[in-house]
């Protein structure tokens, strides 16, 4: 069994910075991708960013600049540092791992959502 443990989310002002982890947890034999989505109401789940196993990152568009994805591969642990936040940054923001467990069983999982919401 393997978990997404999600901490980091809150209110902040614009302009602010927040800062996300991530932490995969349980029966795990490698951590592959790892990434970043978020969902604001009524809307789709869109991509932040992600990271490989190796650190190359790919980000969306309107994030480039603003945010940095990083990760511990020995912590099993993905990071946002998400600095000059806009209103249209609120969301819930899900971690998303494509992992190998103890059984070389690759699955895809998603944490519980962490809500961000920045006040203008």
């Known amino acids: 069994q393997v978990q997404l443990v999600e901490s980091g989310g809150g209110l902040v002002q614009a302009g602010g910075s927040l800062r996300l982890s991530c932490a995969a947890t349980?029966?795990?034999?490698?951590?592959?991708?790892m990434g970043w989505y978020r969902q604001a109401p009524g809307k789709q789940r869109e991509l932040v960013a992600v990271i490989t196993r190796g650190g190359s990152t790919n980000y969306a568009d309107s994030v480039k600049g603003r945010f940095t994805i990083s990760r511990d591969n020995a912590k099993n642990t993905v990071y946002l540092q998400m600095n000059s936040l806009k209103p249209e940054d609120t969301a819930v923001y899900y971690c998303?791992?494509?992992?190998?467990?103890?059984?070389?069983?690759?699955?895809?999982?998603w944490g519980q959502g962490t809500q961000v919401t920045v006040a203008s």
């Open positions: 998303n791992a494509d992992v190998i467990n103890q059984m070389l069983t690759k699955n895809d999982y």
């Open positions: 349980g029966s795990i034999f490698r951590v592959i991708d």
